[in-house]
């Protein structure tokens, strides 16, 4: 299994841009989530999605969409990028809800918005 | 709002050194509490979770507790080893919101 992998692994955009940040996990895992990491931040969590065609917003949804039309990818959108969005962005999936809930997460993308 | 407290922020020791890592959470409706590793410029490699009725689990080298009530764990890494240097994160999975809340992490570097 490749477990959960993330494209691309760079990123530099300028403000207003918009891109697709992608996401794909090959264990059928139900759970997908997205967190952003930023220094003093530490990581917090943008969208989750509990299963294909549910979705939610985290802690800090604003400036990003997300759609999950199968189990296996969970793309997250930023529709007009600004300075504030650079960041480590992290997907994270999980099988189940619950005490058995371990979450495997990407090797991350790196983003710079000038 | 949960919180998660990492003490200390950063620590270094010299190799062989026996350490203890503490996480402490101020909700304790939590589903489990997982500990995770992470190199610089790297993901978050998972080092062991915990699940809420359980006091404590081991891996190798690595030993996690959790205390549910008074809201803490402690991740005890035996003979540390230069290869043991990195940042150290903990995170609790809410039994609300469907989220892991972290903690800042602890940056250990072990010296050879």
């Known amino acids: 299994n490749a477990g959960v992998t993330q494209t691309p692994k760079f990123q530099v955009l300028k403000t207003g841009q918009s891109m697709t940040l992608q996401c794909a996990q090959d264990m059928n895992h139900e759970y997908m989530s997205w967190y952003r990491q930023d220094p003093g931040m530490g990581l917090r969590l943008i969208h989750y999605s509990v299963g294909a065609g549910i979705t939610d917003q985290g802690e800090v949804p604003n400036g990003y969409n997300v759609s999950r039309s199968t189990t296996e990818d969970f793309p997250l959108r930023l529709l007009s990028a600004a300075p504030s969005q650079t960041s480590v962005y992290f997907c994270a999936s999980s099988y189940s809800r619950g005490t058995m809930n371990e979450q495997f997460f990407g090797p991350g993308t790196r983003l710079t918005v000038l | 709002k949960q919180e998660v407290t990492q003490i200390p922020a950063a620590l270094s020791v010299p190799e062989g050194e026996n350490l203890v890592l503490n996480c402490s959470f101020t909700?304790?409706?939590?589903?489990?509490l997982q500990w995770f590793r992470q190199d610089p410029g790297k993901g978050l490699t998972s080092l062991l979770l915990i699940q809420s009725s359980q006091r404590e689990q081991t891996s190798g080298r690595l030993n996690a507790s959790l205390d549910k009530s008074s809201g803490r764990s402690t991740l005890y890494i035996a003979a540390s080893q230069p290869g043991d240097s990195a940042t150290y994160l903990c995170?609790?999975?809410?039994?609300?919101?469907?989220?892991?809340?972290f903690g800042a992490g602890t940056i250990l570097r072990v010296k050879s």
């Open positions: 909700d304790s409706a939590i589903y489990n």
């Open positions: 995170a609790v999975y809410m039994e609300y919101g469907n989220k892991l809340v």
